[in-house]
């Protein structure tokens, strides 16, 4: 079982910041938050990944929270072609099995 | 550019055939993966592969079986193929374990349907 929860849709205007939750109240010490999203008839991509600390890439940011039971992909300015299903995996580290929940579909309209 | 392919996009198969479904990547990748995804349920992981001759079950891997004879090639096989694996079928490959950077590359996909 996915071990995340996350709204099934949200809409962003184009060129604003598109910031979608994940709750991930029963992540383990040594588990990572994995962000992964998969635009229409495409396999998934990687976007992003992070333990602790806030990470940054030319894609996208993740805060994740203190107590680490949740945590924000921020898209910065998004674009249309940003719409697609966001996916929050918690992954343990000893092994390299990525349990997806269902996503969250990001509808980014002009 | 990496890359993960999968033998054909779209496939239609009749109940009882058995079907082959082949995934190959360019990364010299250890590890190999298929999963199916389904409206509603997501991604599941059928079965992978840590190394050549190698395979585990995932969490759904009843009625399928797995190949791995060369490194950078993965099969997914279905013995006799029933309606309830009409499904699309994702493979994903990614180096070595025990890495805190684990990237799984996915292929584009074939959308399998039973008849």
């Known amino acids: 079982d996915a071990k995340t929860t996350q709204p099934t849709s949200m809409d962003c205007a184009e060129g604003r910041a598109a910031n979608l939750p994940c709750n991930h109240s029963t992540i383990s010490g040594n588990e990572y938050v994995y962000w992964y999203r998969q635009i229409h008839s495409q396999g998934p991509q990687y976007i992003i990944h992070g333990l602790k600390n806030n990470e940054t890439n030319e894609m996208a940011s993740l805060i994740i929270t203190e107590d680490r039971k949740s945590s924000t992909l921020i898209l910065p300015h998004a674009t249309l072609r940003d719409t697609a299903v966001y996916y929050c995996?918690?992954?343990?580290?000893?092994?390299?099995?990525?349990?997806f929940g269902t996503g969250t579909r990001l509808q980014v309209f002009p | 550019d990496v890359k993960v392919t999968q033998s054909s996009r779209y496939l239609v198969k009749r109940t009882g055939e058995k079907v082959f479904l082949e995934c190959v990547q360019d990364m010299d990748h250890e590890n190999m993966f298929w999963y199916r995804q389904d409206p509603g349920l997501g991604l599941r992981l059928i079965y992978f592969?840590?190394?050549?001759?190698?395979?585990e079950k995932g969490d759904i891997p009843e009625g399928y079986s797995v190949s791995r004879e060369k490194k950078e090639r993965f099969s997914l096989i279905l013995e006799s193929a029933s309606t309830n694996q009409t499904s699309m079928y994702l493979c994903a490959s990614s180096s070595e374990t025990a890495s805190s950077y684990n990237e799984q590359f996915f292929g584009p996909g074939t959308r399998l349907t039973v008849l």
């Open positions: 592969s840590y190394d050549v001759k190698m395979k």
């Open positions: 995996i918690v992954r343990d580290p000893n092994t390299d099995k990525l349990i």
